[in-house]
């Protein structure tokens, strides 16, 4: 059978292959995106099997929204570990690691990326009102680009601090990473996160550095929802509730930016315009219900992964439908805490080693954004909007954002959403706005990075 089925232009019609190939290549796009959906609940704190589900049900709404055109997987957003580092920062344990989650601030930070959803709403039904252009002229390059490299630079602290847990295990997952993304070739380029966790939790066992007590002590089958986590019930009014809103709500702005990216990135690769059609009204209406999901439920922030977009390029496997394999089996796998466990016993070194190159990773996103994008930074008003956005970002984060009160609500502005709300501001006050985005480029975009933000 296989001989006869021509990949050279793609397959766009999976059914072709037979059931048993279809599975193999959704466990393949399952594990191309699991490496990095993990790591951000034992970054912050939030249940592995919580994540799992929202990346599945996550991705098979948005598939549903998209008229199941799209082939995208949605996993989790790192780009929001900058607010959940602000909104509930991890506790040390007895050694002085952070590695306990903080339970009374998690249940907030779910309830802002649940409304930060609501962004992506926004922004689609602007954009099936007003136009792409119109909305676009709002969030160019030199405000979501200082954004995103904000966001790495305010999270690296952090790494440092989980690599001190075990230097040896954290190069070690540092050096396979690195290795992966320059020499390596065909699915090890695509998986470097997932490989290096596998390599350094080798090393961890040879070490004696893994606690087994866990894993025995989990059942095979749960329910991966916790009521006291979920953003659902965190929406009180309080002024941690408010104040989480202000720190994470901003971020929607470079993920909405960083989603045509990885649209334009796909679109590139099936050689469909999705900006087109279905259009980016529906997938950023997709990606933002997925988001509001998530955090009611209680899991960290969807977004489109570039590592599947990677996987699409080498098998050559264009049908979305493969895509909903890998989500339903994303699913399965979130109704057993011995899994979970499993993902818990990895130590806070290799946490660090992987979020060393990681956070770096999403500043350097920020830098290419700009790069190809081609902001004149000769320009004055540019370099200023840049400035700003960054001296606001990281000044302000150093000293706890700024609080106010508002008819008897405290409430703290994270250097973070200064950043965002001075960045939009500027950008539209000051003259010389000349940034024109073009759906119509959306096809022949460059993609996206393996490390997904």
Request: charged residues 10%.
């Amino acid at each position: 059978m296989s001989e006869k089925i021509d990949y050279s232009k793609g397959i766009y019609d999976a059914r072709q292959l037979g059931t048993g190939r279809m599975f193999i290549l959704g466990v393949q796009h399952m594990f191309a995106m699991f490496g990095a959906t993990v790591l951000v609940p034992l970054l912050t704190g939030l249940s592995v099997s919580t994540t799992l589900l929202c990346a599945g049900l996550g991705t098979l709404l948005f598939h549903l929204i998209t008229k199941k055109k799209v082939p995208a997987f949605l996993g989790s957003s790192f780009a929001y570990l900058g607010g959940f580092s602000i909104v509930a920062p991890m506790l040390a344990d007895a050694d002085g690691n952070l590695t306990v989650a903080n339970t009374k601030m998690l249940p907030y930070a779910c309830a802002a990326v649940a409304f930060s959803g609501l962004v992506y709403l926004v922004a689609s039904l602007l954009i099936s009102t007003f136009g792409i252009r119109r909305i676009m002229k709002f969030f160019p390059p030199v405000v979501t680009g200082p954004i995103i490299i904000s966001i790495g630079l305010i999270l690296a602290p952090s790494a440092i601090s989980n690599c001190q847990a075990n230097w040896l295990l954290a190069f070690v997952a540092l050096g396979v990473v690195i290795i992966c993304n320059i020499w390596g070739k065909g699915m090890v380029k695509i998986l470097p996160i997932l490989i290096g966790v596998l390599v350094s939790y080798a090393v961890a066992l040879v070490t004696g550095a893994v606690d087994f007590q866990r894993i025995s002590e989990a059942a095979w089958i749960g329910i991966p929802l916790h009521k006291e986590a979920m953003g659902l019930f965190a929406i009180d009014g309080s002024p941690e509730f408010i104040s989480a809103l202000f720190t994470i709500i901003p971020i929607a702005l470079a993920t909405m930016m960083e989603h045509v990216g990885d649209i334009a990135a796909i679109s590139a690769t099936v050689g469909h315009n999705y900006i087109n059609d279905p259009g980016l009204n529906r997938t950023l209406l997709g990606d933002g219900l997925a988001t509001t999901m998530a955090g009611l439920l209680g899991g960290p922030a969807n977004t489109t992964y570039g590592e599947n977009t990677g996987v699409l390029a080498l098998s050559k496997i264009y049908d979305p439908l493969v895509i909903r394999i890998a989500a339903v089996l994303a699913i399965i796998l979130s109704f057993s805490p011995k899994f979970e466990a499993v993902i818990n016993t990895i130590p806070t070194g290799i946490i660090g080693g992987i979020s060393f190159v990681l956070y770096g990773m999403i500043s350097a996103i920020g830098v290419r954004n700009v790069v190809e994008n081609r902001v004149d930074f000769t320009n004055s008003r540019n370099l200023i909007v840049a400035a700003v956005i960054l001296v606001c970002a990281l000044g302000f984060n150093s000293v706890g954002g700024v609080s106010f009160a508002i008819a008897g609500v405290t409430i703290n502005l994270s250097g973070l959403a200064v950043a965002a709300i001075a960045g939009i501001l500027l950008n539209a006050i000051l003259p010389g706005n000349d940034y024109e985005f073009d759906a119509a480029d959306g096809a022949e975009a460059a993609s996206s990075s393996n490390l997904q933000v």
